[in-house]
């Protein structure tokens, strides 16, 4: 009976190299989660950041929950990101090594009703890597348009 939400990130591949991807349960008030299964979310500019050993996603975009009394949460705050000691660990090394950045890529629900985020290590893309990305793009497109029309 539960209607399954899912958020996607769009601008997230066209500007950054994937390299690992991970699935994290957030921290969420009552009418933040009502939102969000009401699919009033965007994470779109958003990114993750560490506090301590605490991974936080910042930036992301919740809308205030209509039938929310005085109890009603802030549209953009910072919610802390649910994952094993190891995965914070490694992706901590990760991002103060190498320069690398850490990036939502979807907000779902899943069967349970809980909200989850995947999230991704990333490496920014320079212009002409995302210039290949719309080349290649077009060119799929023109081989599915003469393959449909065969």
Do not use: W
Not at 49 to 78: C, R, W
Not at 91 to 114: A, D
């Amino acid at each position: 009976m539960l209607k399954t939400v899912n958020i996607l990130n769009k601008r997230a591949k066209f500007d950054y190299e994937i390299l690992e991807k991970y699935t994290a349960g957030i921290v969420l008030t009552g009418t933040e989660i009502k939102s969000i299964r009401l699919g009033k979310a965007g994470i779109a500019e958003s990114f993750c950041e560490f506090h301590g050993t605490e991974l936080f996603v910042i930036n992301s975009h919740i809308e205030e929950y209509l039938y929310g009394t005085h109890y009603n949460h802030k549209a953009k705050s910072e919610r802390k990101l649910l994952l094993n000691k190891r995965e914070l660990k490694g992706l901590l090394k990760s991002v103060q090594n190498k320069g690398l950045t850490i990036i939502p890529l979807r907000l779902f629900t899943n069967e349970k009703g809980l909200a989850k985020l995947d999230i991704a290590l990333c490496r920014g893309k320079k212009t002409y890597d995302k210039r290949e990305s719309l080349k290649e793009q077009d060119t799929k497109r023109d081989l599915d348009r003469i393959k449909k029309s065969f």
